[in-house]
């Protein structure tokens, strides 16, 4: 895909007649050939990868290159993986917190309840 010259997405359905959605989502899942260019934000194509798929419909054979980049996402960006982990650690201390205070509360309820049937015992007598 090197040497070709890339297109647009919207070039591309103007080619096909696929929307320009439809097209960045075969190039994302691997079914036609494409990459993304301007700093991550657009993506692109060539008129050959466009017309193949065309040509062939639902192509069976798959491009692997995206998939591989989504695998090793957390590994470019450590800072996704601290703030995932600061999530669930405040998740588990804010369950721990209400396990703790459910466990406290059954004790003293459980205490209150005994020193109000020995009061009624003593009454009782």
Do not use: C
Not at 70 to 86: D, E, G, H, Q, S
């Amino acid at each position: 895909m090197g040497s070709k010259k890339l297109i647009t997405l919207k070039e591309a359905s103007e080619i096909s007649g696929y929307a320009p959605d439809y097209i960045g989502q075969l190039i994302r899942s691997g079914k036609v050939s494409g990459k993304q260019v301007y700093s991550n934000i657009a993506w692109m194509t060539t008129e050959e990868a466009v017309r193949e798929y065309m040509k062939n419909g639902k192509s069976a054979k798959k491009i692997s290159s995206n998939k591989t980049k989504a695998a090793f996402f957390f590994l470019k960006n450590p800072f996704t993986v601290y703030r995932i982990f600061l999530y669930l650690a405040l998740i588990f201390l804010i369950s721990f917190s209400f396990i703790l205070f459910y466990i406290f509360a059954v004790g003293i309820d459980k205490s209150i309840e005994k020193k109000s049937l020995k009061k009624i015992e003593i009454i009782n007598e």
